[in-house]
């Protein structure tokens, strides 16, 4: 069966610092991978997704970035974090193709920004 | 993809049926309807999804009006573990692009 897996679960980060959230799933090949975020009491916002190994596409300008380096694996980066990155985080699959396949979520990272 | 709508709070008592309801009257005739849902501090669970028929699983029941307007979605015998918040969701067939998630129906379910 399909497994996805995040981590850190919790992350505490000084502005200013840098960021990777990691993503990976198993079970499957070259599915489609998305990252979103959930601000306190809020929906999810589709920060990124990526259909094979090195292609992105991103939703919302903003001070973060994604990369696939392999088919299985998504990570979110970013260079200099803001307080207002502070957020529940994300990762989704599906399988590739066409169809109406739901997304399954992994179990997130929360992360503050201090 | 098509907007939703959903009250933003539903109380239900232990071992009776919740039914929440879901508006998406913009829906399209290639997207599909997906129910999530998620508890405190958790990722999104998916549910259940259709397109035009009804639709049952283990964990609930799906009911879409003939013109598509809205939705229901069932819980049969909700228990304390399904208290969450739930998310109606609509989606184009086959898109590799976002759910959107709007702040969906807080349910509680009462011992």
């Known amino acids: 069966s399909q497994t996805i897996h995040q981590w850190p679960a919790t992350l505490v980060q000084p502005v200013g610092s840098p960021l990777s959230l990691e993503c990976t799933v198993e079970?499957?090949?070259?599915?489609?991978l998305y990252w979103y975020r959930q601000a306190a009491g809020r929906g999810l916002q589709l920060l990124f997704y990526?259909?094979?190994?090195?292609?992105i596409s991103s939703e919302v300008p903003q001070n973060l970035s994604a990369s696939r380096p392999q088919d299985r694996q998504f990570i979110l980066s970013s260079k200099k974090l803001l307080l207002s990155d502070s957020g529940f985080y994300l990762c989704?699959?599906?399988?590739?193709?066409?169809?109406?396949?739901?997304?399954?979520f992994g179990d997130g990272t929360r992360l503050s920004i201090l | 993809d098509a907007k939703t709508t959903q009250p933003p709070s539903m109380d239900c008592a232990e071992g009776r049926a919740a039914n929440l309801p879901c508006n998406h009257s913009?829906?399209?005739?290639?997207?599909?309807v997906y129910w999530y849902r998620q508890i405190h501090s958790q990722g999104p669970q998916y549910i259940i999804h259709?397109?035009?028929n009804n639709e049952t699983n283990e964990m609930a029941s799906l009911i879409i009006t003939e013109d598509r307007k809205s939705s229901t979605l069932i819980l049969p015998h909700a228990t304390l573990r399904d208290t969450a918040v739930y998310y109606c969701?609509?989606?184009?067939?086959?898109?590799?692009?976002?759910?959107?998630f709007g702040s969906g129906t807080q349910l509680t379910v009462l011992p």
């Open positions: 990526s259909v094979g190994i090195g292609q």
């Open positions: 913009t829906i399209s005739g290639n997207e599909y």
């Open positions: 989704a699959w599906t399988p590739q193709g066409p169809g109406n396949q739901p997304q399954h």
């Open positions: 259709g397109l035009k």
């Open positions: 079970g499957t090949s070259n599915p489609n």
């Open positions: 969701i609509v989606r184009v067939r086959g898109s590799a692009r976002q759910l959107t």
